[in-house]
């Protein structure tokens, strides 16, 4: 059981109102019985039980969450609500077909909508706001990797608007960052608070029968049973849904690397340093650069930013401590006020951090084994936001026998294979962190490409 306050976990979990901080669940107090069992209390997990109590009332569904529901990365992350989908369009079909990889993109599209339905349904506060996502190019190269972006997505089919290319005075008006050169844009995002979210949909799912068993701490799942510390559940259909915390499953310590990514929020900004930074709409931010960053103006009008850049640990151990890392929070606010120097002078209120689910080849996925009635969606490489909806309705589809356009999305039933053994597993996440961290670096001081960056993105499969 956990041992801090949960309002520390994040600035989504602090400014959380009270009644949805409350307990939603028990914990497990001895062995029982479900039709479907769920490993995990975050989107996932919950998203696969709102859709599957709406699918069939009837089924006895039990939720087993060893903190509290929303406790990792749908109660931490930097809660963009996108279209993006880890494996690329080429790579999809690859493994596919042309058209099978657009459909892929264009139900990741109809999803971010989805979620805004559903709250607006069960009338969730979420404090949405559908401002798409503004992609900076602030150097040479990455303006020439916006318009290539921009061609490629025409020759797959999708106009304008779905991305756009912005020239230089468009784009600084969108977004008051420095040196920017031009951009990328496209409407296909939300800015939300995750932690309202996820608080509130588990609140949807106990309401529909689901039992959520809190403080229940699943130690390993196998075809017909999940054990855990307090008892065992029976179950036909079990669901993982751990993402970042699948290694803690007996048998899966290779499964998913947990990777860490970092976050920090200001104190709410004067209007005055917002005329200067722009995101009156509240779209989502990034620039080019490889190591990944990623920001939003939230409805307080604070900044929440983050990115990756936190040191994979060996054993994929996971710890409280890891959830802040000084060197890594000073260095994302280095990158935040090179990019707004108005914000120099501002308090960092939060800073924050969790683990993020990443599989060996960088490909989310989802499936349900019929005749062992194991079923799964993970792996989301810090997208999950909007890809965990589109998992859970699609298990819920597979669980009830339902063929539909979702079940046939080719990230329906993809299998990674498995990370590496240490020592070698620690030696390749890092040398990736390494990598793309010099490739930044390398690329703004000389100006030409980093041919170990465009090496490693082809190993990944893009």
């Keep these: 059981m956990i041992s801090v306050d949960l309002r520390q976990l994040s600035l989504w979990w602090d400014t959380l109102p ?11 107090t001895g062995d029982t019985t479900a039709d479907v069992a769920i490993v995990g209390a975050g989107y996932t997990g919950l998203w696969t039980a709102y859709y599957l109590a709406r699918r069939d009332p009837s089924l006895r569904i039990a939720i087993l969450e060893a903190e509290e529901a929303g406790f990792g990365a749908s109660g931490r992350n930097g809660g963009w609500a996108s279209a993006l989908f880890p494996a ?45 996502t503004i992609m900076a190019a602030r150097t040479p190269l990455q303006w020439s990797d916006a318009q290539e972006e921009v061609a490629t997505a025409r020759r797959w089919g999708f106009s304008a608007d779905h991305l756009e290319l912005l020239g230089p005075q468009e784009a600084r008006a969108r977004l008051g ?44 799942i196998e075809p017909g049973i999940v054990r855990t510390e307090h008892g065992n559940v029976r179950a036909e259909v079990i ?15 290779r499964t ?31 620039d080019g650069r490889h190591l990944i960053i990623y920001g939003q103006r939230t409805a307080d009008g604070r900044i929440a930013f983050g990115g990756r850049g936190a040191p994979y640990a060996y054993g994929s151990r996971i710890s409280a401590e890891q959830d802040r890392d000084p060197a890594v929070h000073a ?10 120097p108005a914000l120099s002078t501002a308090a960092v209120t939060h800073t924050w951090g969790g683990p993020l689910g990443i599989p060996r080849d960088w490909w989310a996925s989802c499936g349900f084994d019929r005749s062992t009635g194991m079923a799964w969606s993970g792996g989301y490489v810090g997208d999950g ?43 390749g996440a890092n040398l990736g962190l390494r990598v793309m961290t010099g490739a930044d670096s390398s690329e703004a001081r000389t100006g030409r490409r980093s041919r170990a960056a465009a090496l490693f993105a082809r190993k990944l499969g893009h």
């Design 177 to 220: 960052a420095t040196d920017v050169l031009g951009a990328t844009y496209t409407p296909d995002c939300g800015a939300l608070h995750p932690a309202r979210l996820v608080r509130q949909l588990a609140g949807a799912a106990v309401r529909s029968g689901a039992r959520l068993h809190e403080h229940t701490r699943v130690t390993s």
């Design 88 to 132: 690329s369009l080429d790579a999809l079909a690859r493994a596919s077909s042309r058209d099978a990889a657009v459909r892929m993109k264009r139900h990741m599209i109809a999803s971010v909508d989805e979620i805004a339905r559903v709250a607006e349904l069960e009338g969730w506060d979420i404090q949405w706001a559908k401002g798409g």
């Design 331 to 340: 260095a994302l606010w280095e990158v935040l006020t090179d990019m707004f």
């Design 385 to 427: 936001v909007t890809t965990s909806n589109l998992g859970g309705r699609t298990l819920a589809d597979l669980i009830t026998g339902e063929q539909t356009e979702l079940t046939d999305l080719p990230w329906v039933g993809h299998r990674s294979r498995p990370w590496e053994p240490e020592p070698f597993r620690w030696m």
């Design 256 to 286: 998913l690397a947990p990777v860490y990514s970092m976050m920090l929020a200001t104190e709410p900004l004067p209007s005055t340093t917002w005329d200067e930074i722009g995101l009156a709409d509240r779209a989502t931010f990034a």
């Design 239 to 253: 669901v993982r849904a751990t993402e970042g915390y699948t290694r803690t499953l007996a048998g899966h310590t």
């Design 18 to 28: 009270a009644d949805l901080r409350r307990p939603l669940g028990t914990p497990l």
